[in-house]
């Protein structure tokens, strides 16, 4: 009988003592994957700058501004995104639908070991033709669209060009230029 209660105590205790330490791995808290990547997170701001030249001669200059969180080459990324412009109804066979035309920027900002940033974006800058280059035998209007994507390592605090665009239709030219400054 004594045998028989001594070995109850010890199962009991044996199993006491697991749950508590399956309770204590419970609790642990896994560790946060965002922390193993603060070294990379900073917040900039990007200035971007479209130029519209016609020829040699500046004509239009249009600004946009985004702040980023800068994140690790394989870490957890951020993004921005900018969107301008106005909705153009468009009447079809099947009733109206609706054209986004203006300025889309999107932006991801990486920050690599070394220190130098990496900048992926996309670009698509549209607008609805002058009147005199419109055409009248078709059902909506004419729109001028161009985009861009790249990716391309950009310094701080210096403007950057990163892309020329000669539009198709006319003498016009647009330049996309980036400038990346830490925000304090």
């Not at 030219?173 to 400038?179: A, G, P």
Request: hydrophobic share 40%.
């Amino acid at each position: 009988m004594r045998k028989l209660f001594v070995v109850c105590l010890m199962l009991l205790l044996g199993f006491t003592a697991v749950a508590q330490e399956r309770q204590e791995k419970k609790e642990e808290r896994p560790p946060d994957v965002m922390a193993q990547w603060d070294w990379a997170k900073a917040p900039y701001r990007l200035n971007f700058v479209i130029k519209e030249l016609d020829d040699s001669k500046l004509i239009n200059t249009r600004t946009y501004s985004m702040v980023l969180d800068s994140s690790a080459q394989g870490g957890p990324q951020t993004t921005g995104e900018i969107k301008a412009g106005s909705r153009v109804p468009l009447i079809g066979e099947k009733g109206i639908t609706y054209m986004d035309v203006g300025v889309n920027l999107w932006a991801r900002l990486t920050v690599k070991q070394s220190g130098s940033l990496i900048l992926a974006y996309n670009t698509e800058v549209s607008s609805l033709a002058a009147p005199d280059m419109a055409r009248n035998d078709g059902p909506g209007p004419l729109v001028r669209s161009m985009r861009s994507t790249t990716t391309c390592e950009v310094p701080i605090g210096k403007p950057v060009v990163l892309n020329e665009l000669d539009d198709p239709i006319s003498k016009h030219r647009f330049q996309l230029e980036v400038t990346v400054n830490k925000v304090k």
